[in-house]
């Protein structure tokens, strides 16, 4: 495992340092470490950085650009056709046969075995405890890691949560209902955007719709090769734009533009921002990845749920959209060609704990709402939440109000500092 220490920037509060648990699963984290040093995890203590098993700086590298490269492909196919399911289903197969031909045991990259690796460095590097700060599938991993290794965690803080007793792949239907429906009351809530755009909630059901039936291609360049990439925008691939834009808290406040624009027939722009939401090649870790999401939240929910969760979220959504997963088109045939056990039902017990714990959510996020946040509190004693109005997916990254109360919180987490969260509102929508 790659392991980094950032020494603290300025005078050191206390010895006990602060570890990073990244999300992904198989993010790179020590390659964007200015952006935890940005949010001031190291101004008064040590920060630790950790790429994964399997992640882009550890050993193996169980990196797939094929896999990298069909996802931009995907940009330009039906989103949800099964031609297209066969290309993603081979794509993944080839990523599969490139590791197991290495002689790597798949089975091997879950979140169990990531959370004894944490315990064993933490016992490596000499501390008798830390602080955790962890986002998305890390906290999944921190829960997991606070059951391993309880008496090594001094404090934790869960910024979007995955509850690893409830994350199913038709539960994330009801994260992106609970996001869609924050930004669609947010922009109904001031009188410009909502004069501007009327009902944005209607109309984007109606757009899903109509582009399911009808969808439109459309050309943008590439800032990267500067060469025309082919965009099509179907129903499927619209909603999983807007997921996707949890991921882009500062142009929140352009979305009901964008989706005005499409409507008006001019889909280059919302083509440009799915084409942004494309990682590049050869960064994500997909051992741990698909380890993951294959062992632990596919076996303990059906495809058939998934429609259902669709249909009880968006009841006017067509049938082909809800069929799949959003972020996550497809899984249960990639699960199925991964072909890993399932993890042990053990796995999925809630996590109780009374270790300190600040949990943060933005209230656009629609891959790990409000609802995920409010459940993991549930079982731990010692837990306060805090929703950041207006704020999508990793809030610590895009507040500096949440970068403040998480600070004060690893410095006194029995009384962290709340108050700047009170005042916040959500963005004013573009409606020029």
Known sequence: MAVAIVRAA??????????????????????????????????????????????????????CPTLDRFF???????????????????????????????????????TTENAADFADLRRALGYKQWNIYSVSYGTDLALKLIRADPKGVRSVVLDSTVPPNLVTFPGFWVQAGSGFGQLFAACNGQTACRARYGN???????????????????????PATKRSVTVTIDGGALVN?????????????????????????????????????????????YGLTFGVLCREWYPFSTYAQIEKQGRRVFPSFPASVLAEAPQFTFITEDCKAWNVPAAPPVTREPVRSGVPTLILSG???GVTALPWAKA???????????????VGHSVLYESACAQAVANSFFAKPGAPDTK?????????????
């Not at 300025?10 to 949010?39: E, F, H, M, N, Q």
């Not at 808290?249 to 942004?276: H, M």
């Not at 509190?377 to 207006?390: H, Q, W």
Request: with cysteine; proline share 7%; net charge neutral.
């Open 420 to 432: 700047c969260a009170a005042t916040l509102e959500p963005p004013v929508f573009t409606t020029r």
């Open 72 to 110: 931009l492909h995907l940009l330009g196919l039906v989103y949800d056709a099964a031609s297209t399911r066969a290309e993603h289903v081979a794509a993944t197969s080839a990523c599969r046969a490139q590791f197991v031909g290495n002689g790597v045991d798949l089975a091997a990259y879950n």
């Open 363 to 365: 209230s656009f996020d």
């Open 10 to 63: 300025g005078k050191r509060l206390d010895s006990t340092p602060l570890v990073d648990l990244d999300g992904g699963p198989g993010g790179a984290p020590i390659l964007s470490a200015g952006l935890l040093i940005a949010s001031g995890l190291n101004a008064h203590r040590d920060l630790i950085i950790v790429d994964q098993r399997g992640t882009y700086l550890s050993h193996p590298q169980l990196t």
């Open 200 to 222: 944005l909630r209607e109309r984007f059901a109606h757009l899903v719709d109509a582009l399911e039936s009808r969808p439109v291609t459309t050309t943008v360049p590439d």
């Open 376 to 390: 993991a509190a549930a079982s731990l004693a010692n837990s306060r939440v805090i929703l950041f109005p207006g």
């Open 241 to 285: 734009w807007l997921v996707g834009m949890s991921f882009q808290t500062p142009r929140f406040k352009d979305v009901p533009g964008l989706i005005d624009q499409l409507a008006a027939g001019k889909p280059q722009a919302i083509a440009a921002s799915r084409l942004a939401q494309v990682t590049p090649a050869g960064f994500i870790g």
